[in-house]
């Protein structure tokens, strides 16, 4: 029989109990409702997916809340807030729930995940969520050897990485303990102490509390030249901020779910494919392959939600473009602005056809 796991930390906002069942599931909501928690069916899933409501639950305590569900490889619950929200849809869909908690509710949370924490060793579970750690070199240290390609002593500066994944900007060997420069986003000098990851990737500790992750090429030593030579800001707008005005146009321009269909979800993908063959980027990008999953349309009502996902050469699988349930449009959430890109790009495109196509119908 295989080990009782689960994933909680005081750094996040959710619990996940691998192969937990619904006595398990049921005694965390005794609990809760012992400490206050009101605790009743989603009523989001039970208006929209009546035959899921038997598995969604949501609950809350003053400005505390939380939704949980159960399926078949266990359950899990995502704790939010309604105070402090970014997310026009509400907390529950912020990313950093945690750390958007206004000060009691966060310290509410705390206490309510160490009862659960409890109750769930005391079934013979064990936490297996990452440690957290207060400096940064020992985060990194952590994830070098917690890494499926780990060596031994791959962390020392005697340790051989290959070649094509050492190079620097200059074509100079890299080493675990050499500090290197780098340029950030916003084209400022940076500079930290290096170890290897991944590929050609490297871990750069910046000072005693804060990492990165930098790609080989970019790293380099600093001369007189570049210390002198001054970066050319961009004035162009961000694609984050695109992203938000290309939804507001999707809506302005009078479209909704119920007018799209297989046929539309499928040529968005024939843009998105297009703009990868000529976007500058080391990651290979490629749409992953459909499946009947991942979109649903209704003949009456239109489409209810689709997802495209992308494949990279070191990733699979990640957003490419959602058209969530909620009526959320997401670009890449897991990329940086560069890399967020040809997502805008083909949406953008997508909309200028979209509009078009309805224009002839007509």
């Not at 966060?106 to 005391?122: G, H, M, N, S, V």
């Not at 990851?197 to 490297?202: A, E, H, L, V, Y």
């Not at 499928?266 to 979109?295: A, C, G, H, W, Y």
Request: net charge positive.
């Amino acid at each position: 029989m295989g080990k009782k796991t689960y994933n909680a930390s005081q750094t996040s906002a959710s619990i996940s109990v691998h192969g937990g069942k619904v006595d398990l599931l049921n005694q965390i909501f005794k609990l809760l409702k012992e400490r206050g928690f009101i605790i009743q069916t989603d009523r989001g899933i039970r208006e929209r997916y009546p035959t899921l409501a038997d598995t969604h639950w949501e609950g809350a305590k003053g400005e505390l809340l939380f939704k949980s569900n159960i399926y078949p490889a266990g359950f899990s619950f995502e704790f939010y807030q309604e105070v402090n929200i970014e997310n026009q849809n509400g907390g529950y869909y912020d990313f950093e729930k945690l750390d958007k908690m206004p000060y009691l509710v966060r310290c509410e949370f705390l206490i309510t995940l160490k009862y659960i924490c409890k109750l769930i060793e005391e079934e013979g579970f064990e936490n297996v969520e990452k440690p957290d750690f207060k400096y940064a070199i020992d985060d990194v240290m952590y994830r070098i050897k917690d890494c499926i390609h780990y060596k031994e002593g791959k962390e020392s500066p005697d340790y051989e990485v290959p070649g094509y994944n050492a190079k620097d900007k200059d074509d100079k060997q890299l080493r675990n303990g050499q500090l290197k420069y780098f340029r950030d986003r916003k084209g400022r000098f940076c500079r930290g102490t290096i170890y290897h990851n991944i590929n050609n990737m490297w871990w750069v500790v910046l000072n005693q509390y804060e990492f990165m992750n930098v790609a080989s090429f970019q790293l380099f030593d600093m001369t007189p030249e570049r210390l002198s030579t001054r970066r050319v800001q961009s004035h162009k707008m961000p694609q984050r901020v695109r992203a938000e005005k290309l939804r507001e146009k999707f809506k302005s321009e009078g479209f909704s779910y119920e007018d799209l269909n297989e046929d539309h979800i499928q040529m968005l993908r024939i843009f998105l494919t297009q703009e990868f063959k000529v976007f500058n980027s080391d990651m290979e990008l490629k749409l992953s392959r459909p499946r009947k999953k991942d979109i649903k349309v209704l003949k009456r009502t239109g489409l209810q939600y689709a997802v495209i996902e992308v494949d990279g050469y070191y990733f699979s699988r990640r957003e490419a473009i959602t058209f969530n349930s909620v009526g959320f449009i997401g670009f890449a959430g897991w990329a940086c602005d560069h890399n967020k890109t040809p997502f805008v790009n083909a949406f953008e495109k997508w909309i200028s056809w979209l509009k078009e196509t309805v224009e002839i119908v007509a």
